[in-house]
Structure formats: C-alpha cells, structure tokens
C-alpha cells in the first residue's frame, strides 16, 4: 500500500493541530485563575503602601518615598528582601506543623476569592453556597495558626495560637448569622445572587439600608476575623513578643505578613458585595453607560466599569479598616471576648430573628 506524501503531511498536521487545541484549552482553563492571582498580589501590595502612606498622614510623619516613584515598589523591595532571608527553624519545635501553618492561612484565604463576583457575569466560580463556602475556608486559617504556634516549642506562640483560635470561634459565629440574614432577603447563597437582588432598586436597594445594624456588626467581626487593631490580641506585643509569629524568619514570615492582608482585601471585598451592591451603582454607572453608548452586548466594558466600581467601594472600606488600627488602642482579651459573646452575638441573632419574621409576614 502506497501512501502520498502529501496524505502524511496532513496526517501530521492534524495531529498538531489537535495538540496545539489541548494546550489552548489547558491555557484557557488556568488563565482566569492566573489572572485573578496576578490581580490579588497587586492588590496586596497596593494595600500595603496605602497603610504605610496613611498611617503616616495620621501619625504626621513621612511615608515611604525613595523605593519608586511615591514609594510605590517598598512592598515588593521588603518581599524579596524577606525571600533572600535564612529561615529558622526551632530545633526542638514540631517541624512539619511549623513549616505547613504559614502555607494553609495562605492557601486557605486565596480560594475565598473565587467566589467573588467582580463585574458584571466575572466570578472565577459561581457557587450555590459562595458565601458560606467563604466562612467555612476561613474558619480553616486559625487552624494553621494554632499548628504554627505549636510546632514553634514556644510558650508565647502557642497562646498566640489559642488566642487566634478562641478569637475566630467568638466572632466567626456573629459573622454567619449576618451572612444568614442577607442571604434570606436575597433568598440565595450565591455571591452573584446577592448582587443582582440589590441590583433591583438601584442605590436604595443596597442591603446597607434594610441591615443597618448587620451592617456594623458584620464590620466589626471581620474586622476581629482580620486580627486587625484593636482586635490583634494573637500577636499583641506587649504579652507575647509577636505571638504565633515569633520563632518565624524569611518567607515563611512573609507568609504570615500575606494572609494578614489578603484576609483584609477579601472581607472588604465582601462587605461590598453583601451591603453595598457589588458592582452596581446607579446614577454614576447609568450616566457612562449612555455617555459611552454601553449596553450589556459589549461585555468587556461592562465588567470593566463593573470592577472599577467594586475595587472602588473596596478600597473605600480598606481605608476606613486602616485608619482604624492607627486610631483605636488595642483591647483586652477579656474585653474582646466579652464584644463577641455578649453584644455582637446577641445583637446579631435578634437582627437574624426580625429578617426572618419579615420574610415570613412578606409572603
């Protein structure tokens, strides 16, 4: 049997034709995903000169200003700074526990952001249960603080860890009820959901105005679930030296560093997307829409604008998150489990109530 050489060069390229398909479909499958990580770095290291500039308008004092232009590149300047550092390791500590802590508070909050809708239609995953998938990934970050505190052989580590623990347990569950209380107005757990119940009634559909008082304490608690002053008691200076941080150098305390403002970013994230309607936003988004001659055919300026506005509500409450730790002293540990347990709790439960029997009278 004679085959034309002609029959093989097309055999073959068929066969790189469907193997160049293969690689295109592994590329657009891991490209969002690659692109959400490349934005969420920037935008840590964004935060991080935003607190570093504000905190010194408050403390009057100069900011960084020589590493780049305004001092943009500081952050990154001290994160491979931290890279090239030996890192220790206690030599009677627990090994494994003390090198995979700083991973799992990493890993842990990176996959909250999958579930948050940025834009118009632009959510990495759109889940039935987003937002508690959010609140069961989070609970998993003071786990890997307590091992990290553990595996440390340090007394002043291992009460880092317990306060972090007992921390996200008293206020992860006034958390919840508020998220429970948004997702029966919306009637969804879904993330996408939620923003287009809000979407209904323009700005005076926000969730801000029905759960007022959800509101503040959904603030505060994540707020606390951060460890951000005056809530920081796991690492407090004064009674633990740095806390669960204290036996860690190099990049597995820049981890640390990392989950800190990654868990700031993600639950200004979801205060904008619970309360303050996502990326709606109604005279301002109608006015460039008509000005631009947008409409929802052209899909990449909408979740263009749609991103902008979410990205501009979240730094709006990333300010307020800022201010605060340079404002405010720190509290007790009695003081904050008191906040959590007796008013937060109560609070929170009473507002879950009056949204229930409302829902209830409104059918």
Not at 207 to 226: D, H, K
């Amino acid at each position: 049997m004679i085959i034309d050489l002609t029959e093989i060069q097309d055999i073959h390229f068929f066969f790189r034709l469907e193997s160049f398909k293969e690689i295109y479909g592994i590329i657009w499958v891991f490209a969002p995903i690659l692109i959400l990580i490349l934005g969420i770095t920037i935008s840590v290291l964004a935060i991080v000169w935003l607190e570093r500039e504000i905190s010194a308008g408050i403390q009057q004092r100069i900011g960084p200003e020589y590493t780049g232009p305004f001092g943009v590149l500081q952050a990154l300047a001290d994160g491979t700074k931290l890279l090239f550092k030996e890192n220790l390791i206690p030599s009677r500590g627990d090994i494994r526990l003390f090198s995979i802590g700083p991973s799992i508070s990493v890993i842990s909050i990176i996959i909250s952001y999958s579930v948050i809708p940025f834009g118009y239609n632009f959510v990495l995953s759109d889940l039935n249960i987003g937002v508690f998938l959010w609140i069961a990934i989070s609970s998993i970050a003071p786990i890997g603080l307590l091992m990290s505190g553990y595996g440390s052989n340090n007394k002043y580590s291992f009460l880092g860890g317990l306060r972090a623990a007992a921390q996200s347990i008293s206020y992860e569950i006034p958390l919840t009820l508020c998220v429970l209380s948004i997702s029966l107005l919306s009637n969804s757990l879904s993330t996408v959901d939620i923003v287009d119940a809000q979407s209904k009634y323009g700005f005076w559909g926000w969730n801000l105005w029905r759960q007022p008082m959800g509101f503040i304490v959904f603030l505060i608690s994540s707020l606390a679930e951060c460890e951000r002053l005056p809530f920081d008691l796991p690492e407090a200076e004064e009674e633990l030296v740095a806390g669960y941080q204290t036996e860690y150098s190099g990049i597995k305390f820049g981890l640390f560093y990392v989950a800190s403002y990654l868990n700031l970013f993600i639950s200004s994230l979801f205060v904008t997307v619970l309360y303050f309607g996502g990326s709606n936003i109604s005279i301002p988004y109608i006015f460039v829409s008509d000005f631009f001659q947008i409409n929802q055919t052209y899909g990449v300026f909408v979740t263009i604008i749609g991103i902008f506005i979410t990205l501009a509500k979240t730094y709006l409450f990333l300010f307020v998150s800022i201010a605060t730790r340079w404002t405010l002293p720190r509290l007790r540990i009695d003081q904050l489990l008191n906040l959590g347990w007796k008013f937060l709790l109560p609070i929170s439960l009473g507002n879950l109530l009056l949204t229930t029997s409302s829902q209830l009278f409104s059918l």
